[in-house]
């Protein structure tokens, strides 16, 4: 499809940019099987769990629903986005929140924050079970088969752009905080939309880090949902560094396949501990 081809061109961006500014395929405290994980996932999420998500969901709504096929087609543009927005989007944030706080989910979600870095390539660096579960992909799926298929393509287009910015190494914002005509505009653009800043964040490694603020800043697309669900924090500034704290190693294939794989303790003594709070 047209879009996911300008998808791929926005990553390969936002790659060479990064490249550029300082490493992609280096990047420091990283280990083989970081590159691993992200690859993999990535691969099995175009390959298999997008599509098969997709699919199912209208192949279950013609068996549930047939009446209601393209019922919305001929709708408002942007009561389409808006729909998008609230039940692709919002879902998401609610998902991403309960996987902080439900250690079973967080298992499935944790490859995700295993990386030591910010980086573009860890956008899609996630389990292949948290994908298959994702509501929001199921119900984007039911939103596709209603009719908005048109506008889920503009949508997941400037969705992912926004996505990747936020994760990638490059601090794009930082330089627009610097200036100061533009401090109204970033005021308001860092409560609307996930920015480098506020997304990193969420990924640091040390609570004691006042960048850092890994129970919240859960926004994908809208960092708006942070600031309507008080699970906001913004400093404008940057973690020292990145990664998961308080629970044990896992391998690559515990990270992209749990609970069907997980890791041999060393110690068999050894208990995992909780998400870190």
């Known amino acids: ?37 992200e690859l993999v996932g990535t691969v099995l999420l175009f390959v298999f769990t997008q599509p098969f998500i997709l699919f199912s969901a209208a192949w279950l709504a013609t068996l549930l ?22 039940f692709d989007d919002m879902t998401q944030y609610w998902w991403h929140r309960t996987s902080h ?25 996630n389990s292949f079970f948290d994908y298959l579960l994702m509501p929001s992909l199921w119900i984007s799926g039911i939103l596709i088969y209603l009719g908005l298929g048109w506008a889920y393509a503009f949508y997941v287009v400037a969705k992912l752009a926004i996505i990747m910015g936020a994760h990638s190494e490059w601090k794009w914002d930082k330089a627009l ?18 920015t480098p800043s506020t997304h990193s964040g969420h990924h640091g490694l ?16 809208f960092f708006f949902w942070d600031i309507l669900f008080g699970t906001a924090k913004i ?26 794989v997980k890791t041999k303790k060393k110690n068999p003594t050894e208990k995992t501990q909780s998400v870190k709070s």
């Open 177 to 194: 905080y610097e200036i100061r005509l533009l401090h109204p505009v970033m005021w308001l653009l860092e409560r609307i939309i996930s």
């Open 235 to 260: 400093t404008r500034q940057y973690p020292l560094n990145y990664g998961v704290e308080g629970m044990r190693k896992a391998e690559w294939t515990e990270q992209l396949f749990w609970p069907l």
């Open 1 to 37: 499809m047209n879009y996911q081809i300008l998808i791929f061109s926005i990553f390969v961006v936002f790659a060479l940019i990064e490249a550029r500014h300082s490493s992609f395929f280096n990047k420091s405290n990283e280990v083989k099987a970081y590159g691993i994980v």
């Open 101 to 125: 706080n439900y250690i079973p989910l967080y298992k499935l979600h944790r490859a995700h924050h295993n990386a030591k870095y910010m980086s573009i390539r860890i956008v899609y660096r």
């Open 65 to 86: 629903v047939p009446q209601f096929a393209g019922v919305l087609s001929d709708t408002s543009i942007w009561l389409q986005f808006v729909l998008l927005i609230i």
């Open 206 to 221: 040390s609570k004691d880090d006042p960048a850092t603020h890994y129970k919240g800043n859960y926004g994908n697309m």
